[in-house]
């Protein structure tokens, strides 16, 4: 059964930063694509980042470039997003999403999330 | 960007009626890039059709993708309790990957 759980989230100022952790189980991680959701509070979906099987290459939305940071580690089967510079409008729960087996930017599976809220 | 509209908004059923969303992109999306999400509350997304037309694993045949170019929509051909939910496309066919911006079905 695919696991995947996140953890880091939290509460931070704005300008702060948080790395958040999502581990997985239940395939064969690094041969897959992950990826980073996120859904502000009553609000839909919108794709942050991913990264490729061998974390060769990775991909960010134009609202985080240069502020987040994705990552993984095949050995510990574990994908990693350093927030920084954080904002108010970065306020919401941050999801890790399994890619699909033909296609990276489908995402078949997905964890609970972790909230991440940005106030002073 | 491609822009993603999804209709309506909202979408007032009775079980066992017949629920059709509506997904419409502002540029052609090629079909094997259409997906669908259900999403119910404080529950993470759940992957119900890819490619348009093709339903995931483990998702009844109640539910049903058709459409290409720029119109898509999801159809759920008798609705059930747990079917009243949050429904989102997403196209991952060309960067930046996008979703619309959701119908909920709700019970009239």
């Known amino acids: 059964e695919v696991q995947l759980v996140e953890s880091g989230g939290g509460l931070v100022q704005p300008g702060g930063s948080l790395r958040l952790s999502c581990a997985a189980s239940?395939?064969?991680?690094?041969?897959?694509?992950m990826s980073w959701v996120r859904q502000a509070p009553g609000k839909g979906l919108e794709w942050v980042s991913t990264?490729?099987?061998?974390?060769?290459?990775?991909f960010y939305a134009d609202s985080v470039k240069g502020r987040f940071t994705i990552s993984r580690d095949n050995s510990k089967n574990t994908l990693y997003l350093q927030v920084n510079s954080l904002r108010a409008e970065d306020t919401a729960v941050y999801y890790c999403?399994?890619?699909?087996?033909?296609?990276?930017?489908?995402?078949?599976?997905w964890g609970q999330g972790t909230l991440v809220t940005v106030s002073s | 960007e491609i822009v993603l509209t999804q209709s309506p908004g909202t979408l007032f059923l009775s079980p066992g009626e017949r629920a059709s969303l509506s997904c419409r992109a502002s540029?052609?999306?090629?079909?094997?890039?259409l997906a669908w999400y259900q999403q119910k509350p404080g529950q993470a997304p759940r992957l119900l059709i890819y490619?348009?037309?093709s339903r995931a694993t483990g998702i009844p045949d109640k539910f049903s993708g058709s459409g290409s170019g720029t119109d898509f929509i999801l159809t759920i051909s008798r609705l059930e309790p747990e079917d009243f939910a949050v429904y989102y496309c997403?196209?991952?066919?060309?960067?930046?990957?996008?979703f619309g911006q959701g119908t909920k079905v709700e019970i009239k």
């Open positions: 999403a399994k890619g699909g087996e033909s296609y990276g930017f489908l995402f078949d599976y």
């Open positions: 997403q196209q991952y066919g060309s960067s930046p990957w996008t």
């Open positions: 540029q052609s999306v090629s079909s094997t890039y």
């Open positions: 490619g348009a037309s």
């Open positions: 239940g395939f064969t991680f690094s041969t897959y694509a």
């Open positions: 990264i490729n099987y061998s974390g060769g290459t990775t």
